[in-house]
């Protein structure tokens, strides 16, 4: 089948995990050498599976989705890009194969502005790392579109600032307002930055997007041919977390919007993001609009893993959809391949598109009893001479994509599969 290929990298938090290890050290005084000899480092371990995924699966594009620092620290998120650019050799992809976007702790939060009138001014210290190897990719004003193409198939990547209400300073009571600014920046000075960052009685962590990017997001994937697929990638999620979170200003503002905004499009979209350091797969189905699934990705935190996602096609090249390789750390050390999800992007009102003389042939052999593929072979090619077996089994596995079929024993040789038909 025609496919593209995406790496999803969560949540990098470069200072916290740059030193992480897999291990349990008891011991503080043991030699730090015989340390670093015997227990491996989380964040090199990951990296290492990474460029083995990036030199065997050749993804045609890698999604940060953000956060490379913590707490604003602005000095560790030129040192993570430049982390990145040693190990994965970034400056050498093109700037349309690599998106990030900004994340709540990638904001220094003294570089806002004091008046709350530019939103965006607390983002531009984060522009000159990424221009320094090259890729000046970052969504600061506006949405950031690109098109990813092989020579069948299509998608087109949009990445989106979801953190416009980050860091911005709330009203104080006029009485006391002067009082309280006083106390607060001293308390900013004294404080470790830990504690100063997490202090939320002057600025908020608010997630937002900007209502024109959100306009512009949804104009630009309304013009898209119905053969290309959007795939948006931002930090926030569109859904609450699984996790109950007691605090001030924890989801995104409008997710509720840009939720109903993506399924009244009408049509097969993926929403990538990180932020919740988990790694949920959900799909919001509109009933108001069938064809309209937002397949919704989470990427975990870095060092628990990464993703990669492959994005199916059809023979008539319209998505039809995608496979989501979990990559997750082991305990013993390793980054092993989990769970391989497969999700399909097609809502019942697009099966149309998909109906042609084979298929439709196909499924007319199909009963609800298993049938060995070889069987089923030998019945189809009396029917459609001109098809060849490679052919029956594209033919069978976009029909299981569409939900028409299901195929057992599907990771064996094509020989021993079982297929059934899927009764509506």
Same mark, same amino acid.
């Given at each position: 089948?025609?496919?593209?290929?995406?790496?999803?990298?969560?949540?990098?938090?470069?200072?916290?995990?740059?030193?992480?290890?897999?291990?349990?050290?008891?011991?503080?005084?043991?030699?730090?050498?015989?340390?670093?000899? !015997?227990? =491996?480092? !989380?964040?090199?371990?990951?990296?290492?599976?990474?460029?083995?995924?990036?030199?065997?699966?050749?993804?045609?594009?890698?999604?940060?989705?953000?956060?490379?620092?913590?707490?604003?620290?602005?000095?560790?998120?030129? +040192?993570?890009?430049?982390?990145?650019?040693?190990?994965?050799?970034?400056?050498?992809?093109?700037?349309?194969?690599?998106?990030?976007?900004?994340?709540?702790?990638?904001?220094?939060?003294?570089?806002?502005?004091?008046?709350?009138?530019?939103?965006?001014?607390?983002?531009?210290?984060?522009?000159?790392?990424?221009?320094?190897?090259?890729?000046?990719?970052?969504?600061?004003?506006?949405?950031?579109?690109?098109?990813?193409?092989?020579?069948?198939?299509?998608?087109?990547?949009?990445?989106?600032?979801?953190?416009?209400?980050?860091?911005?300073?709330?009203?104080?009571?006029?009485?006391?307002?002067?009082?309280?600014?006083?106390?607060?920046?001293?308390?900013?000075?004294?404080?470790?930055?830990?504690?100063?960052?997490?202090?939320?009685?002057? +600025?908020?962590?608010?997630?937002?997007? *900007?209502?024109?990017?959100?306009?512009?997001?949804?104009?630009?994937?309304?013009?898209?041919?119905?053969?290309?697929?959007?795939?948006?990638?931002?930090?926030?999620? *569109?859904?609450?977390?699984?996790? =109950?979170?007691?605090?001030?200003?924890?989801?995104?503002?409008?997710?509720?919007?840009?939720?109903?905004?993506?399924?009244?499009?009408?049509? =097969?979209? *993926?929403?990538?993001?990180?932020?919740?350091?988990?790694?949920?797969?959900? +799909?919001?189905?509109?009933?108001?609009?069938?064809?309209?699934?937002?397949? !919704?990705?989470?990427?975990?935190?870095?060092?628990?893993?990464?993703?990669?996602?492959?994005?199916?096609?059809?023979?008539?090249?319209?998505?039809?959809?995608?496979?989501?390789?979990?990559?997750?750390?082991?305990?013993?050390?390793?980054?092993?391949?989990?769970?391989?999800?497969?999700?399909?992007?097609?809502?019942?009102?697009?099966?149309?598109?998909?109906?042609?003389?084979?298929?439709?042939?196909?499924?007319?052999?199909?009963?609800?009893?298993?049938?060995?593929?070889?069987?089923?072979?030998?019945?189809?090619?009396?029917?459609?001479?001109?098809?060849?077996?490679?052919?029956?089994?594209?033919?069978?596995?976009?029909?299981?994509?569409?939900?028409?079929?299901?195929?057992?024993?599907?990771?064996?040789?094509?020989?021993?599969?079982?297929?059934?038909?899927?009764?509506?």
């Amino acid at each position: 089948m025609k496919e593209i290929k995406l790496l999803q990298l969560g949540d990098i938090h470069y200072p916290d995990n740059k030193t992480r290890i897999i291990g349990d050290v008891k011991d503080s005084a043991a030699p730090k050498g015989l340390i670093d000899a !015997v227990i =491996p480092l !989380v964040l090199q371990t990951v990296m290492r599976r990474i460029t083995e995924v990036i030199r065997d699966e050749s993804p045609a594009a890698l999604l940060f989705c953000g956060d490379l620092t913590s707490r604003g620290d602005l000095t560790q998120y030129d +040192q993570c890009i430049a982390y990145f650019e040693k190990v994965l050799s970034l400056s050498a992809r093109s700037p349309d194969s690599v998106h990030a976007v900004p994340g709540n702790h990638d904001i220094d939060r003294t570089k806002c502005d004091p008046a709350g009138a530019d939103l965006k001014v607390k983002f531009a210290p984060l522009e000159p790392p990424w221009a320094r190897i090259g890729l000046p990719i970052l969504p600061i004003n506006g949405v950031r579109a690109t098109a990813l193409t092989t020579t069948t198939c299509a998608l087109n990547l949009y990445s989106i600032n979801s953190c416009m209400g980050c860091g911005e300073r709330r009203s104080l009571p006029a009485g006391i307002a002067t009082d309280l600014k006083r106390i607060l920046d001293d308390y900013g000075v004294t404080a470790p930055i830990a504690d100063a960052f997490k202090l939320l009685g002057e +600025q908020l962590d608010s997630p937002a997007f *900007i209502h024109s990017d959100i306009d512009e997001l949804i104009l630009s994937i309304s013009r898209l041919g119905s053969s290309c697929l959007p795939v948006v990638l931002t930090h926030h999620n *569109i859904f609450p977390q699984a996790i =109950p979170r007691v605090e001030l200003y924890t989801e995104l503002i409008n997710g509720g919007l840009i939720r109903s905004r993506l399924t009244s499009c009408n049509r =097969p979209i *993926i929403y990538c993001h990180g932020h919740i350091h988990s790694d949920p797969i959900e +799909q919001i189905i509109d009933q108001r609009f069938p064809a309209g699934r937002v397949t !919704v990705i989470s990427a975990p935190e870095i060092v628990d893993g990464f993703n990669l996602i492959t994005v199916i096609f059809a023979r008539n090249d319209q998505p039809i959809g995608c496979e989501v390789a979990e990559y997750r750390t082991k305990p013993h050390g390793g980054v092993d391949v989990g769970t391989v999800l497969r999700i399909p992007l097609v809502g019942t009102t697009r099966l149309g598109q998909f109906s042609d003389t084979d298929l439709t042939g196909l499924i007319r052999l199909t009963t609800s009893s298993s049938v060995r593929f070889d069987d089923l072979w030998n019945s189809f090619k009396i029917h459609v001479r001109h098809v060849v077996r490679a052919t029956l089994r594209e033919l069978l596995i976009e029909a299981e994509w569409l939900s028409m079929v299901s195929i057992e024993d599907r990771e064996s040789a094509t020989q021993h599969w079982k297929i059934r038909r899927v009764e509506p």
